[in-house]
């Protein structure tokens, strides 16, 4: 089936003080789904730290952009909990104007889901910022690509070929992010638009591979097996055989003595 997008709020962004910023997803997470955010805010040495309930997220690049200046970063979390799920990026010291975007898709692999990654560019003023190149290993990755451009007062939109995820309009924390399916492994340079005039930024990518069918499986729990217990009726009857627990023997229809499978 291949990797979709299920859902992405709009960006979460505020240009007050404080330690953390969150963004929650409109509808339940489906469990084993991947997850993906980008983050801005902060000068240099500022950290960012992603969290949600049950998710185990990792980050993939931080970066300085030195014009703004403003770190951003982009971080995953593979086979996600199921249900309501508010994201949470936190800084290392008080920032101002943060940025986060998130997305869900599905199809994703559950483990090793990260093919390849660029570690952050900085580019000089232009009207289509482009990332340095990757090559994907395997068909069917899905590529999402952030920026941070640096107080651009022209519409931020995807390069040929991606699909904008979101981008902020206000100034507040000029982050973008898009996404694309790449249909064969291959070199691959993520590029936005910049509609109106040039603009200097930074920008990441990483490329996560799709499940190959067969390889999601994952072992019942025990749980799991006792829940599949039948009762079993025995023809006959006898003191010596063990009777049917409450519930499961309807006289005139099946043998009170029996025994599970």
């Known amino acids: 089936m291949g990797i979709a997008r299920v859902q992405a709020p709009a960006i979460s962004q505020n240009a007050a003080t404080s330690t953390t910023i ?22 240099s040495g500022v950290t960012h730290t992603v969290t949600s309930p049950g998710a185990t997220w990792v980050k993939i690049a931080e970066f300085l952009e030195t014009g703004s200046p403003q770190v951003f970063s982009l971080h995953y979390a593979a086979n996600a909990p199921g249900g309501a799920t ?13 940025g986060l975007i998130i997305a869900e ?14 570690t952050g560019l900085e580019t000089a003023a232009t009207t289509t910022p482009t990332d340095n190149a990757m090559v994907t290993t395997a068909p069917g990755d899905l590529i999402v690509s952030a920026l941070s451009f640096r107080n651009a007062t022209s519409p ?18 000029d982050i973008g992010a898009e996404d694309r399916i790449q249909a064969s492994a291959g ?32 072992a019942p729990s025990p749980s799991w097996f006792l829940q599949q217990r039948r009762w079993v009726p025995w023809q006959g009857s006898g003191a010596d055989l ?20």
């Open 105 to 118: 898709y599905s199809g994703a692999a559950i483990s090793g889901v990260l093919d390849v990654n660029t």
């Open 86 to 98: 508010t994201v949470t990026n936190t800084y290392s010291v008080t920032t101002q104007f943060r």
């Open 242 to 261: 063990p009777a049917a627990p409450a519930g499961l023997w309807v006289p005139g229809t099946e043998s009170q003595y029996g025994g599970y499978y």
């Open 22 to 43: 969150t963004n929650a997803f409109g509808s339940n997470v489906a469990a084993g789904n991947l997850l993906v955010a980008v983050c801005g805010g902060g000068a």
């Open 156 to 173: 931020i939109s995807a390069g040929a070929g991606y699909t904008l995820i979101d981008a902020d309009t206000t100034l507040v924390s």
């Open 187 to 218: 070199s691959i340079a993520a590029t936005f638009t910049v509609t109106g005039g040039s603009v200097a930024s930074g920008i990441m990518s990483a490329a996560f591979k799709a499940a190959v069918a067969g390889s999601q499986y994952q």
